[in-house]
């Protein structure tokens, strides 16, 4: 169900039948954000996109970034109501109904809020909408869970159980191997024993990975015995051309790898 423009009333109407049935819903419209609990948070007007969820979470977002400007968790009561301002003006009254409830007329609302509840800790989201541009309400399922490919961990894993991918005869002893500069991803011997540090990144880089490298390279020469011949070799499935001229000029390898053999 998809209202365009609709009257606050009728906003009120669908939210609440939207919750009712647990379906997701969202709202796009001009509206004010305030939030209460371990601090305290005000948005002025704007124009913004809530999305309140059949499991208690509650999101805002703006036009700008990935992440929302506010939102609570799930588990959280949700609840929609209209307001009008008093007839001497001296403050708002509520004339909505909690979700669910009979529908009650509120043509003369001025606001549009919606509020989102968690008991522990005490928090409170408050969303008031003076003009709404679409409201939504969606019924559906989704039963599977985020697979995850082509990540630092599949590039490791490849190593682990084909060695000579890296090189013939290199024997991976340990993984994130502490150092004084960090943990090494993957710490081995070559064929002719000396020591391997191996740094892995799971798409194209750059300068900043050859530094991280180094720095694996120095902690590690300082940490073992003097004549302790350690080489530096990065994997990834290509580098830049500043990263190439840096890992040459430090003695430092690469390795062309991507994480999954498909």
């Not at 819903?25 to 609990?37: A, K, L, M």
């Not at 403050?91 to 809020?113: K, N, Q, S």
């Not at 011997?189 to 540090?197: H, I, K, L, P, Y």
């Amino acid at each position: 169900m998809t209202l365009e423009q609709p009257s606050l009333s009728a906003a009120c109407e669908a939210v609440a039948d939207g919750i009712e049935r647990e379906a997701l819903v969202t709202v796009f419209g001009r509206c004010t954000v305030d939030y209460e609990g371990r601090a305290s948070s005000t948005l002025e007007t704007g124009d913004r996109h809530v999305m309140l969820k059949p499991d208690g979470a509650a999101l805002v977002h703006t036009d700008e970034g990935q992440q929302p400007v506010n939102w609570q968790p799930p588990g959280c009561e949700h609840d929609v109501y209209c307001e009008r301002a008093d007839a001497d003006g001296s403050g708002e009254a509520e004339i909505g109904t909690e979700a669910g409830d009979e529908a009650v007329d509120r043509d003369d609302a001025d606001a549009l809020v919606l509020e989102s509840l968690r008991s522990n800790p005490d928090e409170r989201l408050l969303v008031r909408f003076q003009r709404v541009l679409q409201v939504s309400a969606f019924s559906g399922t989704d039963e599977n869970d985020l697979a995850l490919s082509g990540t630092e961990e599949d590039l490791r894993q490849r190593i682990l159980e084909e060695p000579d991918l890296l090189e013939a005869g290199f024997t991976p002893l340990a993984t994130e191997r502490a150092t004084p500069a960090g943990a090494v991803d993957i710490y081995g011997e070559d064929s002719a024993g000396r020591t391997v540090v191996v740094e892995l990144k799971r798409r194209r880089v750059g300068p900043d990975a050859v530094g991280q490298l180094r720095r694996y390279v120095d902690a590690l020469e300082r940490d073992l015995h003097a004549d302790a011949d350690v080489r530096g070799v990065l994997v990834a499935p290509s580098v830049t051309d500043r990263a190439d001229r840096l890992l040459g000029d430090h003695g430092l390898e690469f390795v062309s790898l991507e994480p999954t053999g498909d």
